[in-house]
């Protein structure tokens, strides 16, 4: 009655996989899945696994993010400074 549920939303997935870092991130969480099950919850971890991954779908990320003007958002200095508004306003 008020609402229909015949509507399809867009999954997240589908959005994601549009997005021009999608194959990186892909490429992470595949390393990141196959380290934690194989070796992380063995026992045994390096630190150094899947950074190159990592490090390839951050600079993506961040140039789209450059692209669109949208990179301060992820200045820490802004969320210090909007915790710190928070915080004095209350």
Partial sequence: ?????DQKRPSSSSSSA?????HLRTAY???FNR???????????????CVSQWEKYKEC???HLDD????????ADGVVDLN????SRS
């Fill in 68 to 75: 669109k003007h949208l990179s301060r958002f992820l200045d």
């Fill in 18 to 22: 549009t997005s021009p870092c999608a």
């Fill in 29 to 31: 969480h595949n390393c």
């Fill in 1 to 5: 009655m008020g609402i229909l549920r």
């Fill in 61 to 63: 990320l961040s140039q």
């Fill in 84 to 87: 710190n508004k928070a915080d």
């Fill in 35 to 49: 380290w934690y099950s194989e070796k992380f919850l063995k026992g045994q971890w390096n630190k150094e696994e």
